[in-house]
């Protein structure tokens, strides 16, 4: 009675539990809703056309065999079996290792300053939507040009010699309306003020989604991440039905094996690969952390790689059967109108709509999938920040209260820092980020150390224990030489080849950037890269002991719980033995 009603009586400072899922089913939507993302919809599709249609599935699926799937499983089990962020599972795993989770986060904040600014533009369109008359259909508006073109009243194209300058309506309600783009980075120019008002109702959204931590997180992705595929399905069933449309999927899908020789081929598939799984960032690390420790995350994570990479495909056929309906109905080659990105989502696909019987409808239907997209991902990414730094001061974020408001302090830092990207300049800024401070080779740096320090440091054979321990399942011994060899020694060459590949960032095509801001981008760059061998020389540096027993103590803690230590040896005999034989 007396330590009941002590307990009352502290109320406020008591440390709340860290949580955990109420059901398996909401962390398969959690995840699935984070990893299948506006990347499946907007770069996919285009990425498989450009670099030889049924042929680039060849790259693609060599990636998802050797760094997606094993990279999936190691993240997944890493956070079932620590129970802790991406920051502080490597104490328990590698401390040496940590400044991977401290990169990681670096990048993912850096997503989370970025991706909520393509859902303000989605909802703006989306708002749009419900006009009489869609506003990118029509020249007649006040921002369009004398070399507007309206394709919704005749047959016209951007090609040929007599229309060189000519620009569509979706175009010029893209640049000069939603953006109002400058001539320049140097040219900041004011704020757009709808933009402002979108972002802040969308930063608001995505704080009553995670506010409550993973039990509101678990409620919402009920409807986040399976409403999207009922959109999916409906505008897939209508790209189809639309003229032109077979057209558009040969031209999707077409094989071109010649396309495999090129280096760049590969680059992107494994880009693409590293990026729609989420992998180096640490998401499925603190979704998986939320799990009960017997879940089976071996099969979880199998089946959650097929739905990502299968809805890759079957958004592919949405996307191309509307663009070849749009070729078909303007009389060009589909090279002409397929675009990947931004370009696709808000001037493509939005002039296509335009063309179609009931154009407000099927606008409505893309714009609102879009934002729901990009919706769980947002706030999964902000609930990954805000799990691995509430693990990391344990005693005083578990307060009851401490999570909203510093949840909040987040989002407001966030905004007040993004507020640039939504000037009339505010493009050119938010292109550097996309393109240095979120760029692939950064996750790819991550992903080397991270299987380094777990296939050799930690020991592969050690995590297939746990694994076995925790789920009853003995992993493929595949995943043993993908953890040594292959996922590290793939990770590495595409990240060397990206830098010798490089390319200086420009806009349309046409804008070069000053030196300043290319500058710029390479510090966001290599903000999150440094902090790996800088975590590892400051840990070394600030140990105590010989260099041998730093290194000892800094490579291979103890594990938390010596009953999981004799249950995990004793897993890993049968394996050793039956697989050598």
């Given at each position: 009675?007396?330590?009941?009603?002590?307990?009352?009586?502290?109320?406020?400072?008591?440390?709340e539990?860290?949580?955990?899922?109420?059901?398996?089913?909401?962390?398969?939507?959690?995840v699935?809703?984070?990893?299948?993302?506006?990347?499946?919809?907007?770069?996919f599709?285009?990425?498989?056309?450009?670099?030889?249609?049924?042929?680039?599935?060849?790259?693609?699926l060599?990636?998802?065999v050797?760094?997606?799937?094993p990279?999936?499983?190691?993240?997944?089990?890493?956070?079932?079996?620590t129970?802790?962020?991406?920051?502080t599972?490597?104490?328990?795993?590698?401390p040496?290792?940590?400044?991977?989770?401290?990169?990681?986060?670096?990048?993912?904040?850096?997503s989370?300053?970025?991706?909520?600014?393509?859902?303000?533009?989605?909802?703006?369109?989306?708002?749009f939507?419900?006009?009489?008359?869609?506003?990118?259909?029509t020249?007649?508006?006040y921002?369009?040009?004398?070399?507007?073109?309206?394709?919704?009243?005749?047959?016209?194209?951007?090609?040929?010699?007599?229309?060189?300058?000519?620009?569509?309506?979706?175009?010029?309600?893209?640049?000069?309306?939603?953006?109002?783009?400058?001539?320049?980075?140097?040219?900041?120019?004011?704020?757009?003020?709808?933009?402002?008002?979108?972002?802040?109702?969308?930063?608001?959204?995505?704080?009553?989604?995670?506010?409550?931590?993973?039990?509101?997180?678990?409620k919402?992705?009920y409807?986040?991440?399976?409403?999207?595929?009922?959109?999916?399905?409906?505008?897939?069933?209508?790209?189809?039905?639309?003229?032109?449309?077979?057209?558009?999927?040969?031209?999707?899908?077409l094989p071109?094996?010649?396309?495999?020789?090129d280096?760049?081929?590969?680059?992107?598939?494994?880009?693409?690969?590293?990026?729609s799984?989420?992998?180096?960032v640490g998401?499925l690390?603190?979704?998986?952390?939320?799990?009960?420790?017997?879940?089976?995350?071996y099969?979880?994570?199998?089946?959650l790689?097929?739905?990502?990479?299968?809805?890759?495909?079957?958004?592919?056929?949405?996307?191309?059967?509307?663009?070849?309906?749009?070729?078909?109905?303007?009389?060009?080659?589909?090279?002409?109108?397929?675009?990947?990105?931004?370009?696709?989502?808000?001037?493509?696909?939005?002039?296509?709509?335009?063309?179609?019987?009931?154009?407000?409808?099927?606008?409505?239907?893309?714009?609102?999938?879009?934002?729901?997209?990009?919706?769980?991902?947002?706030?999964?990414?902000?609930?990954?920040?805000?799990?691995?730094?509430?693990d990391?001061?344990?005693?005083?974020?578990r307060?009851?209260?401490?999570?909203e408001?510093?949840?909040?302090?987040f989002c407001?830092?966030?905004?007040?820092?993004?507020?640039?990207?939504?000037?009339?300049?505010?493009?050119?800024i938010?292109?550097?980020?996309?393109?240095?401070?979120?760029?692939?080779?950064c996750?790819?740096?991550?992903?080397?150390?991270?299987?380094?320090?777990?296939g050799?440091?930690?020991?592969?054979?050690r995590?297939?224990?746990?694994?076995?321990?925790?789920?009853?399942?003995?992993?493929?011994?595949?995943?043993?030489?993908?953890?040594r060899?292959?996922?590290?020694?793939?990770?590495?060459?595409?990240?060397?080849?990206?830098?010798?590949?490089?390319?200086?960032?420009?806009?349309n095509?046409?804008?070069?950037?000053?030196?300043?801001?290319?500058?710029?981008g390479?510090?966001?760059?290599?903000?999150s890269?440094?902090?790996?061998?800088?975590?590892?020389?400051?840990?070394?540096?600030?140990?105590?002991?010989?260099?041998?027993?730093?290194?000892?103590?800094?490579?291979?803690?103890?594990l938390?719980?010596?009953?999981?230590?004799?249950?995990?040896?004793?897993?890993?005999?049968?394996?050793?033995?039956?697989?050598?034989?």
């Amino acid at each position: 009675m007396w330590r009941k009603a002590r307990s009352t009586k502290r109320g406020q400072n008591e440390v709340e539990e860290r949580g955990h899922w109420g059901n398996k089913v909401e962390f398969l939507l959690a995840v699935a809703g984070n990893i299948v993302g506006l990347g499946n919809v907007w770069r996919f599709p285009y990425l498989c056309y450009k670099n030889g249609g049924g042929a680039f599935l060849v790259p693609y699926l060599v990636f998802v065999v050797t760094c997606g799937v094993p990279l999936f499983l190691l993240e997944t089990a890493v956070g079932q079996y620590t129970k802790e962020g991406w920051v502080t599972c490597w104490r328990k795993v590698c401390p040496l290792a940590e400044g991977i989770g401290y990169g990681g986060q670096l990048v993912l904040l850096y997503s989370c300053m970025t991706y909520i600014i393509i859902l303000s533009w989605a909802l703006f369109y989306l708002l749009f939507s419900f006009s009489s008359q869609l506003p990118w259909s029509t020249c007649d508006n006040y921002w369009n040009t004398a070399d507007c073109v309206d394709f919704t009243t005749s047959n016209h194209t951007l090609g040929g010699t007599n229309h060189t300058n000519r620009t569509s309506a979706a175009t010029e309600f893209w640049e000069r309306r939603v953006l109002n783009i400058s001539r320049g980075i140097e040219e900041i120019g004011s704020i757009r003020w709808e933009v402002l008002l979108c972002l802040i109702f969308m930063w608001i959204v995505c704080y009553f989604c995670i506010w409550k931590g993973v039990k509101s997180t678990g409620k919402v992705v009920y409807f986040t991440a399976t409403f999207p595929y009922v959109m999916l399905l409906i505008l897939l069933i209508r790209g189809l039905s639309l003229p032109g449309a077979k057209q558009g999927v040969v031209f999707y899908l077409l094989p071109e094996l010649s396309r495999l020789k090129d280096p760049q081929v590969w680059m992107e598939a494994g880009a693409q690969i590293f990026f729609s799984y989420s992998l180096g960032v640490g998401t499925l690390t603190v979704l998986g952390s939320y799990n009960t420790y017997n879940n089976n995350c071996y099969k979880d994570s199998l089946w959650l790689c097929l739905l990502n990479s299968g809805t890759s495909v079957v958004a592919g056929f949405a996307v191309f059967s509307v663009l070849g309906f749009m070729a078909h109905k303007q009389g060009v080659p589909i090279a002409e109108v397929a675009e990947s990105g931004p370009g696709l989502a808000f001037i493509a696909y939005p002039q296509a709509v335009a063309m179609m019987p009931l154009p407000q409808l099927w606008s409505i239907c893309f714009f609102f999938m879009i934002l729901l997209l990009g919706l769980d991902t947002q706030f999964v990414s902000m609930e990954v920040v805000m799990t691995s730094v509430t693990d990391m001061f344990p005693t005083v974020m578990r307060r009851a209260g401490r999570r909203e408001r510093f949840l909040l302090l987040f989002c407001l830092t966030c905004f007040f820092s993004q507020i640039i990207m939504i000037t009339d300049g505010g493009m050119y800024i938010f292109q550097v980020f996309d393109y240095y401070a979120c760029n692939g080779a950064c996750i790819l740096f991550l992903c080397v150390f991270e299987s380094l320090a777990v296939g050799w440091i930690f020991g592969a054979e050690r995590l297939c224990g746990i694994i076995v321990d925790m789920t009853g399942e003995r992993a493929n011994p595949y995943f043993q030489i993908c953890w040594r060899y292959i996922t590290p020694i793939i990770s590495l060459g595409s990240f060397i080849c990206s830098l010798v590949e490089y390319q200086p960032l420009t806009f349309n095509r046409w804008y070069v950037y000053p030196t300043w801001a290319y500058v710029m981008g390479w510090v966001l760059a290599l903000s999150s890269i440094l902090l790996i061998p800088g975590w590892a020389l400051y840990k070394l540096g600030t140990s105590t002991g010989t260099l041998c027993q730093r290194l000892h103590r800094l490579c291979w803690p103890e594990l938390p719980d010596h009953s999981v230590t004799r249950k995990i040896e004793t897993a890993l005999q049968p394996i050793t033995e039956e697989d050598l034989e």
